[in-house]
Each structure stands twice: as structure tokens, then as C-alpha cells.
Nanobody
Framework: QVQLVESGGGLVQAGGSLRLSCAVS??????????MTWYRQAPGKQRELVAR??????????DYPDSVKGRFTISRNNTKNMVYLQMNSLKPEHTAVYYC???????????????WGQGTQVTVSS
């Protein structure tokens, strides 16, 4: 069973910072995480990619849309199966539900599948 749990959301004033965390837990099977991605969905808008970190043996790479470059940073702790999103200089337009996504392979199929967390609300007040 695969479970992703986000935390760290909340209410922050414009200009402030938040650090989101995503914990991946897997029970009863072997697994491999290929990539983890943070998405956000604001009211009335489509879900959009915020940050992505790919994972391969010994190396990782990150990717951000231009809208958050220099403001958001994604990082990981492979030992703890955790991914973080550091968000600085937040603006009201960053208000959204932030979701954690993991592209993972699990036994027995070892097929690459996406898994989602339940989301965490981030509200930035002006």
C-alpha cells in the first residue's frame, strides 16, 4: 500500500515563507521512486506543476516553471522518503491546495504509476 501525506500548509502573510513536506510510505512491497512533483490547484483553475525532482541512482535533477523559479525550491531526503517544497516571498496568487505526486514502481508489476497525496491548503493573505 502506498500513501503520500503532505503537511506544512497554512496561512501566511504576503512576503512570508512556508515549507511543505511530503512523506511517502510504502508497505508490503518493494518500490522505487522515479520522480516527485508538487502541483497546486487554485479555486476555479486547473492543477499546475510547481516543482519536480527526478531521482535516479546517485543523481537528481529539478525543474520549475518560470512562475516560481527563484522563489520555490524542491528538495528530497531519500533515506526518509521525504520531499520538501520551500516557498519564499509568497504572494496572494500562490494561494491554492498543494498536492504531492510520486511516480513510482512497485512490485509485482514494476510498472511506473502515479500516486497522489490528499493536498495541503496554502493561503497567502495580502
Amino acid at each position: 500500500q502506498v500513501q503520500l501525506v503532505e503537511s506544512g500548509g497554512g496561512l501566511v502573510q504576503a512576503g512570508g515563507s512556508l515549507r511543505l513536506s511530503c512523506a511517502v510510505s510504502v508497505s508490503g512491497t518493494s518500490f522505487s521512486i522515479a520522480a516527485m512533483t508538487w502541483y497546486r490547484q487554485a479555486p476555479g483553475k486547473q492543477r499546475e506543476l510547481v516543482a519536480r525532482i527526478t531521482m535516479s541512482s546517485g543523481t537528481s535533477s529539478t525543474d520549475y516553471p518560470d512562475s516560481v523559479k527563484g522563489r520555490f525550491t524542491i528538495s528530497r531526503n531519500n533515506t526518509k522518503n521525504m520531499v520538501y517544497l520551500q516557498m519564499n516571498s509568497l504572494k496572494p496568487e500562490h494561494t491554492a491546495v498543494y498536492y504531492c505526486n510520486a511516480d513510482m514502481r512497485t512490485m509485482p508489476t514494476w510498472k511506473l504509476d502515479p500516486y497522489w497525496g490528499q493536498g495541503t491548503q496554502v493561503t497567502v493573505s495580502s
